[in-house]
Nanobody
């Protein structure tokens, strides 16, 4: 069983950067595709980015493409989301998830494990 813990959230001004990390405690991290989702106040959970089990493939939501980068380090059991050029619309609680499926899972229902979330606030 994987336990996921996010960190790195905070308050940043428009145009700033943050780096979110997700640490997994299980033994089989490399068996999971990993993803980041977010939930803004009053809105549904939204897909942000995903990375394949091998780490060779990534996929992003259109709203963050070119600004966010997802990566993974299987030796450290971590997945990272580098967020640049942040906008107030990026304000949300960010969650990492682990999916036992192959490919690049976009749907939240495919994710078996979730972290508790970390708050990102972008001020205008």
């Amino acid at each position: 069983q994987e336990q996921l813990v996010e960190s790195g959230g905070g308050l940043v001004q428009t145009g700033g950067s943050l780096r979110l990390s997700c640490a997994a405690s299980g033994r089989f991290f490399s068996n999971y595709a990993m993803g980041w989702f977010r939930r803004a106040p009053g809105k549904d959970r939204e897909f942000v980015a995903t990375i394949s089990k091998s780490g060779r493939s990534t996929y992003y939501a259109d709203s963050v493409k070119g600004r966010f980068t997802i990566s993974r380090d299987d030796a450290k059991n971590t997945v990272t989301l580098q967020m640049n050029s942040l906008e107030p619309e990026d304000t949300a609680v960010y969650y990492c998830g682990a999916a036992a499926t192959g490919g690049l899972p976009v749907a939240g229902v495919l994710y078996k494990y979730w972290g508790q979330g970390t708050q990102v606030t972008v001020s205008s």
